[in-house]
């Protein structure tokens, strides 16, 4: 079992800069896959990025790269993922979530735990 927390969320202006944190509680950490996946209003939870569970693999969804950074310290349990040059229509709930094994990361029904999620609003 496995329990996740994200914080970092809030309201910044386009161009501006966010780290989303997720801290993660129970065993085994370190043997999860973590990913990053958003929800805006009115539209699917869509995948954002996603870490292997050394985190010598990274992936993320076109729409944030170049702009969003996914890293892990498993020392501490916590998983984040830095945004930066956010835009409008980064404005999401972000959740991140953990799931074992790399493959179909990006399927958000192929992960088992999921945090609360945490609001980022970013205006124009």
């Known amino acids: 079992q496995v329990q996740l927390v994200e914080s970092g969320g809030g309201l910044v202006q386009a161009g501006g800069s966010l780290r989303l944190s997720c801290a993660a509680s129970g065993r085994s950490f370190s043997s999860y896959t973590m990913g990053w996946f958003r929800q805006a209003p009115g539209k699917e939870r869509e995948f954002v990025a996603a870490?292997?569970?050394?985190?010598?693999?990274?992936y993320s969804a076109d729409s944030v790269k170049g702009r969003f950074t996914i890293s892990r310290d498993n020392a501490k349990n916590t998983v984040y993922l830095q945004m930066n040059s956010l835009k409008p229509e980064d404005t999401a709930v972000y959740y991140c979530?953990?799931?074992?094994?790399?493959?179909?990361?990006?399927?958000?029904?192929?992960?088992?735990?999921w945090g609360p999620g945490t609001q980022v609003t970013v205006s124009s």
């Open positions: 979530a953990a799931r074992p094994g790399i493959s179909g990361y990006s399927d958000y029904g192929t992960y088992d735990y």
């Open positions: 870490i292997s569970w050394k985190g010598g693999r990274t």
